[in-house]
């Protein structure tokens, strides 16, 4: 299965490729597995667990990845190898765009929960599509019901989707209809145990078309129930959204700073992305993607101020992410080094 087609512009142009089957591969499954289980991609030791003094920026038990920056090793070797490289890199958690493998052969919903439980990986979450023209394809909209099986099936506590709120537009009536279906689709999700989510892009944080002064995604948030509706944030573009829509359409200022949205309202916010990215102003962006650590997003700073909030109950997950890694286990192997290593003053 496909992760899902867009419509949204900018969806179609940074997602159009994401698929967990079809990616070709240019060595074989063998000679993969033997390059992951090299000295250099072993398990993080030192740099996981200690590389300063000070108490760990990343709540134990919670760092996740988005599986799809590892379609590539999905579609040629599989979930097993897989899942058994995340166990080694010290991952807890996964996020899946998609339930299906490549060469490795078809595998069931119940195969798949129990490969992940026995490789210490809790399938935190999915990403299905919004909708589509097609009445069958694997969406909310039209096969509510089916994907709810499915996310049940795998033990799932969050079922979400990456689409944009963009079905009927961008005005500010479009995007309260469109908070009406999420709604539903929590109030459903809610009904077996589950959290509906949405995951931003940068495209969220623009303007109403019918009416500039009012961002999108304060529309969402204000027009979806809160105990039904909760968000994904995806931190690299929320910054994005940030360089590129600082300003209304006249020019005149309107700051926002993505942070705050989840200190305001973190109940909210139980799933967050984690990726990263150098700040480049020419970029149309404002930045390039770049393996987590190697950017300009604070992360020690972001994470921090949201675990200071574990008084409050909540519960939150760090999924790290890349959309498209020069080598995908090596992405992950630093990813998770480098989240481990950050430590906070006592």
């Known amino acids: 299965?496909?992760?899902?087609?867009?419509?949204?512009?900018?969806?179609?142009h940074r997602l159009s490729r994401r698929g967990m089957l079809g990616v070709a591969a240019g060595a074989t499954a063998a000679a993969l597995v033997g390059a992951a289980t090299t000295p250099a991609t072993a398990a993080p030791a030192a740099a996981s667990h200690g590389g300063g003094r000070g108490r760990p920026v990343l709540p134990p038990g919670r760092l996740g990845i988005q599986l799809y920056s590892l379609r590539d090793?999905?579609?040629?070797?599989?979930?097993?190898?897989?899942?058994?490289?995340?166990?080694?890199?010290?991952?807890?958690?996964?996020?899946?765009?998609g339930y299906t493998q490549g060469s490795a052969g078809p595998i069931t919903l119940a195969q798949l929960k129990r490969l992940a439980r026995n490789h210490g990986l809790n399938p935190i979450g999915s990403h299905v599509g919004y909708y589509s023209d097609d009445p069958n394809a694997y969406t909310f909209a039209q096969n509510l019901?089916?994907?709810?099986?499915?996310?049940?099936?795998?033990?799932?506590k969050h079922i979400g989707t990456a689409s944009g709120p963009f079905r009927y537009g961008s005005t500010v009536d479009a995007w309260k209809r469109a908070a009406e279906e999420f709604n539903t689709y929590g109030a459903a999700a809610r009904a077996r145990g589950m959290k509906f989510y949405q995951h931003n892009h940068s495209e969220e944080f623009s303007f109403a078309?019918?009416?500039?002064?009012?961002?999108?995604?304060?529309?969402?948030?204000?027009?979806?129930?809160?105990?039904?509706?909760?968000?994904?944030?995806?931190?690299?573009?929320?910054?994005?959204?940030?360089?590129?829509?600082?300003?209304?359409?006249?020019?005149?200022?309107?700051?926002?700073?993505?942070?705050?949205?989840?200190?305001?309202?973190?109940?909210?916010?139980?799933?967050?992305?984690?990726?990263?990215?150098?700040?480049?102003?020419?970029?149309?962006?404002?930045?390039?993607?770049?393996?987590?650590?190697?950017?300009?997003?604070?992360?020690?700073?972001?994470?921090?101020?949201?675990?200071?909030?574990?008084?409050?109950?909540?519960?939150?997950?760090?999924?790290?992410?890349?959309?498209?890694?020069?080598?995908?286990?090596?992405?992950?192997?630093?990813?998770?080094?480098?989240?481990?290593?950050?430590?906070?003053?006592?």
């Not at 990215?277 to 393996?291: A, H, I, L, N």
């Open 1 to 12: 299965m496909s992760r899902f087609s867009q419509t949204d512009p900018e969806l179609t």
């Open 73 to 97: 090793k999905v579609s040629t070797l599989g979930f097993a190898p897989v899942f058994a490289e995340l166990e080694k890199y010290g991952y807890d958690e996964v996020e899946f765009a």
């Open 145 to 156: 019901t089916k994907v709810l099986d499915d996310a049940q099936a795998l033990g799932l």
């Open 209 to 346: 078309t019918d009416n500039p002064k009012v961002r999108l995604y304060d529309v969402l948030l204000a027009e979806t129930d809160p105990d039904l509706v909760f968000l994904e944030m995806d931190i690299y573009w929320a910054y994005s959204g940030q360089f590129r829509f600082s300003k209304r359409p006249d020019g005149s200022p309107a700051p926002f700073e993505p942070l705050n949205y989840v200190l305001k309202q973190p109940h909210r916010y139980p799933l967050f992305h984690v990726k990263d990215g150098v700040s480049d102003p020419s970029d149309t962006y404002g930045y390039r993607m770049v393996d987590v650590g190697d950017g300009d997003i604070d992360y020690k700073k972001f994470i921090s101020a949201v675990t200071r909030l574990r008084a409050r109950h909540t519960d939150h997950h760090w999924q790290a992410e890349h959309d498209n890694p020069t080598e995908s286990f090596t992405f992950a192997r630093r990813s998770s080094e480098h989240l481990h290593s950050l430590r906070d003053k006592c």
